[in-house]
T-cell receptor, first 115, second 115 residues
Framework: NAGVMQNPRHLVRRRGQEARLRCSPM?????VYWYRQLPEEGLKFMVY????????ESGMPKERFSAEFPKEGPSILRIQQVVRGDSAAYFC?????????????FGPGTRLTVL | AQKVTQAQTEISVVEKEDVTLDCVYE???????LFWYKQPPSGELVFLIR??????QNEISGRYSWNFQKSTSSFNFTITASQVVDSAVYFC????????????FGKGTKLSVKP
């Protein structure tokens, strides 16, 4: 039973480029969450998606960041025109049923470095 | 406002010592869930335990035990007879009934177990 998969594990971008982070949830899970971890900090919630729907994006920066979870394929977190402050670890989690009754299982994370 | 505080930033112990990691939370909800996750040096997040607000029974799993005290809004984690492999950052997290399921994390406690 494969866990949550994220790729790439490490991503280096120059300022102004686009970053695309992918997340495949655990088998049978249809709820995906994205979190960001800045150095020496805890994780901060960004967005919660179900298939083809954004449920809660209250933690997403208003500009340059977007997320999707299409009917087929992985969830994508897209960061346009990256800046140095976007350097962080981005974690994806998935759950079976959603809401706070469910445990979220995390992927290994994508470490984004912006030069 | 909802908040999770892990006052201990770093703890260092010698192998076989017992160690307790503190977690204090704030919430207005009467229904909520508390979690502990482990982040080893490799970087992934490993789920350890979930506890709902109506279940104040302490839990033991091998060398790990958790003490949930609603009266003091604390959910502390004890490792008995610590081992070098326990070295990691440990995060406490809160999920509220009225949220969409997003987790609120503390800043983490870095535990170093020395041989």
């Amino acid at each position: 039973n494969a866990g949550v998969m994220q790729n790439p594990r490490h991503l280096v971008r120059r300022r102004g480029q686009e970053a695309r982070l992918r997340c495949s949830p655990m088998k049978g899970h249809s709820h995906v969450y994205w979190y960001r971890q800045l150095p020496e900090e805890g994780l901060k919630f960004m967005v919660y998606l179900q298939k083809e729907n954004i449920i809660d994006e209250s933690g997403m920066p208003k500009e340059r960041f977007s997320a999707e979870f299409p009917k087929e394929g992985p969830s994508i977190l897209r960061i346009q025109q990256v800046v140095r402050g976007d350097s962080a670890a981005y974690f994806c989690a998935s759950s079976e049923r959603g809401w706070n009754t469910d445990t979220q299982y995390f992927g290994p994370g994508t470490r984004l470095t912006v030069l | 406002a909802q908040k999770v505080t892990q006052a201990q930033t770093e703890i260092s112990v010698v192998e076989k010592e017992d160690v307790t990691l503190d977690c204090v939370y704030e919430t207005r909800d009467t229904t909520y869930y508390l979690f502990w996750y482990k982040q080893p040096p490799s970087g992934e997040l490993v789920f350890l335990i979930r506890r709902n607000s109506f279940d104040e029974q302490n839990e033991i799993s091998g060398r790990y035990s958790w003490n949930f005290q609603k009266s003091t809004s604390s959910f502390n984690f004890t490792i008995t007879a610590s081992q070098v492999v326990d070295s990691a950052v440990y995060f406490c997290a809160l999920s509220e009934a009225l949220s969409q399921g997003n987790l609120i994390f503390g800043k983490g406690t870095k535990l170093s177990v020395k041989p």
